[in-house]
């Protein structure tokens, strides 16, 4: 499958200017904080080995619309663990729909913050492009923070999206709620598993064995597929997950495929069941 696949703004620059200067320094002559920001979260992705998510249209639309019935403190370390800036991308031909959009790709970058806050960077790549500069994207920003005391549903529906339509403004909240969908799930190896190079795939998916992807990592290969092994029930018109309780203590959110819409899941033999009966069936099941 194709994956839409983000370029950094300077290496566009670069190619067409090789007079400008290195990528540290260049970002340091910028005055607009904007661009600024921008140029910083791709540098630091591109110096993180570029690592990236490709999220199967399987899972998509459901994350995009989870309610995240969790509280931000719960999330923070979640995300934490993920790496400080990433790529989430969506196959050509099976974009992310939101608003009136087909979301391509988006950048997700940690904001240093102070105490117990926790913000991101979103550029959303919906294939708008510069009138002037057709090679050059124009992405959709915004900022998402969560506190530790408020929930993370909360804290979405807070962003401030100022500049953007309406339209638009629902676009990108779809990629925050698919961004803290990933933190939820990158552990979960029923939703996620790492790329490996296409010669390796059988093997890796036999064996296990992690020598696969150090070898893709070596290559310059980091990144995630999520959802790859999951389908839909083609009755079912909007597959969605939600957010049930497990573990001791009923303490570990676990995301969870609502009863009915997954018909095939690699290397499940039943589909859970019993999530969403009325409330009677919440937290009976447990990830052990």
Known sequence: ????????WYSILKKRDETIPDESTYILS??????????????T?????RPFYNVWPSVAAGLSRMTLSIKCSQLVPLAVSLPFAISV??????????????IREFLACRIPMVGNRFGIG?????????????EIPIYWISQFFMDGGGSVEDAVQAVGNAGLSESESIAVEACIRVFCGIALIAN?????????IQADKDKYRKTGDYKYVEKAIRRGVLGFDVGEGISISPHF?????????TGRGR???KVVPVKGCVVRRRGIADVPTGYLDDGHGEGRRDAT
Not at 1 to 8: D, E, F, G, L, S
Not at 89 to 102: D, M, T, W
Request: net charge positive.
């Open 89 to 102: 991308q969506f196959p050509v031909g099976g974009e992310l729909r939101a608003g009136n959009h087909r």
């Open 122 to 134: 979103i550029w959303c790549d919906s294939g708008e492009k510069d009138r002037n500069f057709p």
């Open 1 to 8: 499958m194709k994956w839409h696949q983000r370029t950094k």
């Open 237 to 245: 018109r909007s597959p969605h997950f939600a957010i049930r309780w």
């Open 251 to 253: 303490s570990i959110p």
């Open 188 to 196: 979960d190896p029923d939703f996620v598993e790492p790329v490996v």
């Open 30 to 43: 910028l005055s607009n904080n904007w661009l600024r920001v921008q140029f910083a979260a791709e540098h």
């Open 45 to 49: 992705w591109s110096q993180g080995r």
